[in-house]
């Protein structure tokens, strides 16, 4: 009647050594570390940059406990944060600007723990801290950008109503458009003033020289600064979410900075090589008739033909492309890493949106036997990724990058266009490790209450319930160690709010111990024997168990999907303890008493306290 199928007992068995396993980690502690990882894709983590971060630590007698390498950066283990501070400074000078030097902590562990992908799970800001930025955006670069945009926007209209203009460029913080008799320019004014109200413009005669200039009006600048802080907030997240962060804090900060807080982050160098890279596409038509010898060693010497930019594609030959920008990475809906069709080579397949598809078919129309040339800029540098020849005209909006790129390169480069081009650059100005705000003290405060609250209930059931409280408190644990066990595999972060899920997920799981006990209790002053009433008690509570968690867990479910931040980080630890709880209560404490009374054929009573039976009259 009490008895498991070896089966049954085996899953358990498994169930709880895998959730031991995993949850080890949290008990090895971590260590101050160094993160070298290069800035460009281009560059590389390998043996070589291994021995030069090697190298520069011994000859400025830094000690370090341990240097490796992983498949995107050169990581080394420091005894103390007074090494780690000093070995940070010594690798960021030895290195340059072409590497991320970034501080770090590395887990402790064992590497038979590491083998088996068992890791410690995070702590939010709040426990244990983690990394702050402070971003400044440039706000000038915003409105150059704005005008930018306009330039081509006035070329593309006066195109289109076929009104001739000499040439339209940038001088500063206005756009000239030039004319070459006042009857064309008034033309071209009212077009312009019907298509680009944001513009204030000014006719200009100057010595037959027919112009008008455009400035942004007041009101425009504002909204075009207001337009560009949340955009770029907005691209931070979806570059934090690429990255995985659990309950990261990104929010303004005055008007023209945006604060980023990661907790939990390990790799503090990809971090922030994400959120400081400003890739942008451009894409440009090459300037084939000046791509002469002699012009483009004089482009390389910095003086490049008029009206064009040199830059240098990948494989080394340079190469002029026009400074007019036919389309920018504004236009991209969709960008994902695959594969050349041809070729087989690693590339980046991009969609564009409606626009963004009508500009790219007119162009590929008008130009087809020309070059067009692909441009990333990250950094501030730009470099040609491909110059394909125009075969035909290109509609429907999909456009391939590839050349000469790494899967990794084409995969963070689909990141980086995905998530969104920065609406005006920005710079890291301020990086460092958060401590927890709470305090250490407020943590251990926190962490004790939780163990006391476990004592006091081990107390209790053992008290009121003998050996099946003994059983009850087995089981509570075994619920405690699933719990930190599958945030460990899901690398949940925790939080104050999530041990306060704990605690109240231990006092919702003894409850159902609770209810089990006593409905043995019930069938045993029922008159029922040993045996048959712990078969009935455990299968009439498992339905009250089961009714009552469902609903607790909707409330959860809810919590997770409305909530934020500490919310969203209490519901997840609240859903995970209420299944762990049904799992631990339910078959781990069945499994222990079918071991302890089910072999037993003469049973005569139980150690469940005291069972105060009706009197009979």
């Not at 162009?363 to 394909?388: D, Q, S």
């Not at 081009?421 to 990086?431: F, S």
């Not at 049973?603 to 009259?617: A, D, H």
Request: hydrophobic letters at 45%; charged letters at 20%; one cysteine or more.
């Amino acid at each position: 009647m009490n008895r498991y199928p070896v089966w049954k007992y085996t899953l358990i068995g498994v169930i709880l050594l895998i959730a031991l396993l995993y949850t080890l980690p949290n008990f090895f502690g971590e260590v101050p570390a160094v993160q070298v990882s290069p800035v460009r894709a281009t560059l590389k983590a390998d043996e070589a940059l291994l021995e030069r971060v090697r190298d520069a630590l011994k000859q400025n007698n830094v000690a370090a406990d341990g240097i490796f390498l992983d498949p995107t950066s050169v990581k080394a283990r420091f005894e103390d944060t007074d090494t780690q501070l000093r070995a940070k400074d010594v690798l960021q000078k030895a290195l340059g600007d072409d590497y991320v030097v970034a501080l770090n902590l590395l887990s402790d562990n064992p590497e038979w723990l590491h083998a088996i992908g068992a890791k410690p799970m995070y702590l939010g800001l709040d426990l244990r801290g983690g990394v702050h930025f402070l971003l400044q955006v440039d706000m000038k670069g915003a409105i150059q950008k704005r005008l930018d945009a306009a330039g081509n926007d006035i070329r593309g209209g006066l195109r289109e109503k076929r009104i001739q203009y000499s040439g339209v460029s940038r001088d500063g913080q206005s756009v000239v458009v030039r004319f070459r008799d006042a009857a064309t320019r008034d033309r071209g004014l009212d077009e312009i003033q019907r298509t680009m109200p944001d513009l204030e413009l000014r006719p200009i005669d100057d010595a037959g020289d027919f112009r008008i200039v455009g400035t942004l009006k007041p009101e425009a600048q504002r909204k075009t600064a207001d337009f560009a802080l949340q955009q770029n907030i907005q691209t931070l997240r979806n570059r934090v979410n690429e990255l995985g962060v659990a309950e990261p804090i990104i929010q303004q900060q005055g008007g023209d900075r945006v604060v980023v807080q990661l907790p939990g982050v390990q790799d503090t160098a990809k971090a922030k090589e994400i959120l400081g890279r400003t890739a942008t596409l451009e894409i440009r038509m090459v300037e084939e008739d000046k791509m002469d010898p002699a012009s483009l060693a004089a482009a390389a010497q910095g003086t490049a033909p008029f009206n064009t930019e040199y830059y240098v594609e990948r494989g080394g030959a340079g190469i002029l492309v026009k400074k007019q920008v036919v389309l920018t990475g504004d236009r991209i809906n969709d960008a994902q890493p695959g594969f050349d069709s041809q070729t087989g080579e690693p590339a980046v397949h991009i969609s564009l949106d409606g626009q963004g598809a009508r500009i790219f078919q007119q162009v590929t129309r008008e130009n087809v036997g020309k070059r067009m040339a692909i441009l990333l800029f990250e950094k501030g540098k730009g470099e040609v990724v491909t110059a394909p020849v125009i075969r035909t005209e290109i509609g429907g909006g999909r456009v391939q990058i590839s050349g000469r790129m790494t899967t990794r390169e084409a995969s963070d480069v689909a990141l980086l266009l995905r998530a969104g081009a920065l609406a005006a650059p920005m710079e890291i100005i301020e990086e460092r490790t958060v401590g927890p705000s709470l305090g250490a003290d407020n943590i251990r405060r926190g962490f004790h209450s939780m163990w006391y609250g476990f004592a006091a209930i081990a107390f209790f059931m053992i008290i009121y319930y003998r050996l099946f409280g003994v059983i009850s408190v087995i089981a509570l644990s075994m619920n405690l160690l699933l719990l930190i066990a599958l945030l460990s595999m899901l690398q949940a972060t925790l939080t104050l709010p999530g041990i306060a899920a704990i605690a109240l997920t231990l006092g919702m799981a003894i409850d159902a111990n609770v209810l089990i006990n006593e409905r043995v209790r019930e069938e045993l002053r029922n008159g029922n024997s040993p045996q048959a009433a712990i078969a009935a008690g455990y299968d009439r509570a498992w339905n009250t168990i089961l009714d009552s968690n469902i609903t607790t867990l909707i409330a959860g479910i809810a919590l997770f999907a409305f909530g934020s931040g500490p919310i969203k980080g209490f519901a997840v630890v609240h859903c995970l303890g209420i299944l762990t709880s049904m799992f631990s209560a339910v078959m781990v404490s069945r499994a222990l008493v079918n071991l302890i009374y089910g072999s037993r054929r003469r049973l005569e009573n139980v150690s469940i306290g005291q069972v105060w039976r009706p009197k009979t009259t």
